[in-house]
């Protein structure tokens, strides 16, 4: 393998970074049929109390909990794809299973319920396999003047997942029927299952190859054949212990509560406090969405100016991001008691989703530099802890938020004054994060650029290369 001049190896091409990307459109794609439409489908067409969506989500997520057990598999074993393809795998499947739970509950709620039980736990666990090896191959082989860069490309491509598998899928859904809910979603399933497939072959084998010309790229003594594996029980104790892993489980619980509770209720808001009717309130996600991918976007274009590594610094971004998060919400909480008519709702909304993409980049490109910060060969045991604490803050959230939301409308009587509470509480939890982020202090992951201008980088490479 070609070295860089400065003797790196050059680790994942950008081709194979892609690649990923596509696995990581293909798992969103399927999960947010489950977790939107199927939604939908449950609450207006079926009648059913939002709770029990929410309680399947949060369920989903509670099962990831099982992260770290996969995230130590992938670690021991002699490759990290059968991971995201087996996962993948379980996850379509439970994805289909999800469809035809809410077809059922149509005619038979007890046997519905039954099914959606075990499409959910496929779901957790098709997630929580295949994201955790994912993010763990990535930190394992991009180069650290990538991850950022690979971290922005990576979520991106998983929104774009996200927005393109609503507009095609909700144009097949119509006329809706559940015949035809369980088939498109059987479609999304196996077309999902098969790009991730055909895009994660071969780019391990490769990144190995790589490893075995450089081995400073990535310590493989605890993967190969023959070698002792150390017990979970000990994996985990070892990485717990480490720091700055522990500091960063403890910022990504605190980010990702105050992140998600907003999640089911900021429709319910713009219907109760705004007066806006199903389908605009609607639209809100999809401008909330569009706001971090601009925010994501943004962020990239920043850190790929030259001169620009200290304005890219990924813990500064965290910071940054949680702190506009924070005045947000609390923009957001002020807006219940101005009124529909003088707030710009969009436009706060928008804000909201720039603020947390920006957050979120920087978050996932922390993650990616810090799971290769300590013992080598645990990569995939310290994503899949984060993992975990991403999981439970995600279903703790959504439970928090509607919880908060019932108990204060029934006290006060007034639904303004209960999602002024709840985006309050999240402003002040956004305040924390940001705290524990500046805590955690600068490492050298911290300066990596959120983004390199590839020209720039490709022609390092070929200097290197030459001399």
Not at 53 to 81: F, I, K
Not at 96 to 118: E, P, R
Not at 361 to 389: C, D, F, K, Y
Request: hydrophobic fraction near 55%; charged fraction near 10%; include cysteine.
């Amino acid at each position: 393998m070609a070295l860089a001049g400065n003797g790196q190896a050059r680790g994942l091409s950008w081709v194979d970074i892609v690649r990923m990307g596509l696995v990581q459109t293909a798992l969103g794609a399927i999960v947010v049929i489950t977790t939107s439409t199927l939604n939908r489908v449950m609450i207006v067409e079926l009648g059913l109390l939002a709770m029990l969506p929410a309680g399947l989500v949060a369920y989903h997520y509670a099962v990831q909990m099982t992260r770290t057990r996969w995230g130590y598999g992938s670690d021991m074993g002699r490759s990290r794809t059968p991971w995201i393809v087996g996962g993948m795998f379980v996850l379509g499947f439970g994805g289909w299973l999800a469809a035809v739970a809410t077809a059922v509950m149509s005619v038979s709620f007890g046997w519905g319920l039954a099914i959606a039980l075990v499409a959910f736990l496929l779901i957790g666990l098709g997630v929580g396999a295949a994201g955790t090896s994912l993010l763990a191959l990535l930190a394992t082989y991009v180069t650290p003047g990538r991850r950022a860069a690979a971290a922005s490309t990576v979520w991106i491509m998983m929104i774009l997942g996200f927005v393109v598998t609503t507009i095609i899928a909700g144009q097949f859904l119509d006329p809706f029927s559940y015949t035809r809910l369980v088939v498109v979603s059987g479609a999304v399933s196996v077309i999902a299952f098969t790009v991730a497939t055909l895009a994660i072959m071969g780019v391990e084998r490769r990144a190995m190859a790589h490893a075995a010309d450089a081995p400073s790229l990535v310590d493989q003594s605890d993967r190969t054949e023959g070698a002792e594996k150390p017990p979970f029980r000990e994996v985990l104790a070892e990485v717990w212990a480490e720091p700055k892993a522990r500091a960063f489980s403890i910022f990504v619980f605190v980010s990702m509560l105050a992140y998600s509770m907003q999640d089911l209720i900021l429709e319910p808001f713009a219907g109760h406090v705004f007066n806006l009717p199903p389908g605009e309130s609607t639209q809100l996600s999809g401008v909330h969405h569009g706001g971090a991918l601009a925010g994501m976007i943004g962020v990239a274009l920043i850190g790929s100016l030259r001169g620009g590594s200290r304005v890219g610094a990924l813990r500064l971004w965290a910071i940054g991001g949680c702190l506009a998060s924070a005045l947000a919400f609390a923009a957001l909480a002020a807006s219940n008691f101005v009124g529909p008519e003088a707030w710009p709702l969009e436009a706060s909304v928008f804000a909201l989703g720039l603020a947390n993409g920006a957050f979120a980049v920087a978050a996932i490109g922390s993650m990616m530099g810090l799971a290769g910060a300590g013992r080598p060969g645990r990569e995939g045991t310290r994503m899949g802890l984060w993992g975990a604490a991403q999981a439970i803050a995600f279903g703790l959230g959504i439970v928090l938020g509607s919880a908060v939301v019932d108990a204060a409308r029934y006290l006060s009587g007034e639904p303004h004054i209960a999602y002024a509470i709840v985006f309050t509480l999240e402003g002040a939890l956004f305040v924390l994060a940001a705290a524990l982020a500046a805590r955690m202090g600068s490492t050298e992951h911290d300066q990596t650029r959120v983004a390199q201008p590839l020209a720039g980088e490709a022609l390092m490479e070929m200097e290197g290369g030459a001399r």
